[in-house]
């Protein structure tokens, strides 16, 4: 890290809290900038395309613009979470982009399901770059470099020119509102990293964006979300699941649910009193298990530590008291 070298007699722990606090106060006061390394990217062309997108995911595909995005899960036949991303729709590409570690799973699943269509998957993962811009100053700073009309509505996007080289902006929310996903050949990536310094992003690590999703109740597969999940039960029905959509793989399971009007348990934000327990932490309620922690950690807004975790569905209002191990916590309701 850089403070390593221009602070050398630093213990190196303290280096690292310091980084991390600098980090935080970018991303939640001025304007952050992090490489989003390894998250998954699979590119699909073909006139096929966007119907068979349709066909295999939880969200409405065909009718999305170019420029456009949207949030959806990948579900086997039983109805259970194999992956979790954002398709943005191209001129003649649709992208699925998802957190780190899904590129496998999703190009066997997707090429499994490719029988007449015209489709033809590649991984881009590691291949091309992505940025993400984030905190207060984000649009400020973009605007400096871009110029004005930016993405406004949430997962749109538009090309655009930062530094001279070519890159793809959509507005996201994963680290608050007003964050921007950019996307970029990798040959470019540094140069579109440099402009945005000099408009007066600061670059940011991985740590502080840990603490800023949790914050803004991003659930990441892998930790948040599995094969043991519904989608359901995620607990981002508005955003990742058409309900009036025509058949797709795992749908079967998403109406039985969706006609049963619950699940028996939910992903919610909870605030925990004391030191930070690890995940998979069990949760009680008058000494009876209530849930289990995914991801946790130290809140700077809060002032205590947060976790994200699966609650019984009697236990996940808002306000709710639970116990964590010797520590009193309590449901709290995400984005912060």
């Known amino acids: 890290m850089s403070d390593s070298i221009n602070n050398p007699d630093r213990p190196p722990d303290e280096v690292d809290q310091h980084r991390l606090e600098t980090d935080y106060a970018a991303l939640t006061a001025e304007a952050g900038l992090l490489e989003l390394a390894d998250w998954t990217q699979i590119e699909l062309i073909g006139a096929d395309r966007a119907s068979f997108l349709h066909n295999i995911c939880t969200n409405e595909m065909r009718k999305l613009p170019p420029g456009a995005g ?7 036949a039983k109805g259970h979470v194999l992956g ?14 998802g957190s780190p570690g899904q590129n496998q799973r999703l190009m066997a699943h997707l090429d499994r399901y490719i029988i007449r269509e015209d489709v033809q998957l590649h991984d881009r993962t590691g291949e091309a770059t992505a940025l993400l811009l984030a905190g207060p100053l984000a649009t400020q700073t973009l605007q400096s470099a871009v110029g004005p009309p930016l993405p406004t509505t949430l997962l749109s996007g538009i090309e655009a020119q930062i530094g001279g080289h070519n890159a793809q902006i959509q507005a996201v929310d994963w680290a608050g509102p007003g964050s921007y996903l950019i996307q970029s050949a990798a ?23 840990e603490i800023v999703r949790i914050e803004n109740g991003l659930p990441l597969y892998g930790r948040d979300i599995s094969d043991r999940n519904l989608p359901q039960e995620v607990g981002r029905d508005d955003r990742a699941i058409s309900f009036v959509k025509g058949c797709y793989i795992g749908q079967e399971t998403v109406a039985r649910i969706d ?48 976790a994200l975790g699966y609650l019984r569905a009697s236990h996940a209002a808002s306000g709710t008291a639970l116990t964590c191990g010797d520590r009193a916590a309590v449901v709290v309701s995400l984005p912060l």
């Open 84 to 97: 979790h991303a954002f398709v943005f729709a191209g001129e003649s590409s649709h992208l699925i982009f």
């Open 259 to 306: 006609a049963l009007g619950h699940v028996n348990r939910l992903l919610t934000g909870i605030r925990i009193d004391g030191p930070m327990p690890p995940p998979e932490t069990t949760l009680t309620s008058d000494g009876q298990p209530a849930g289990e922690l995914t991801s946790v950690t130290a809140s700077g807004r809060l002032g205590a530590i947060l």
């Open 187 to 209: 040959a470019d990536s540094r140069h579109i990293a440099q402009a945005l310094h000099a408009a007066g992003a600061r670059p940011c690590g991985a740590p502080a964006l």
């Open 70 to 76: 949207r949030e959806a899960f990948f579900l086997n």
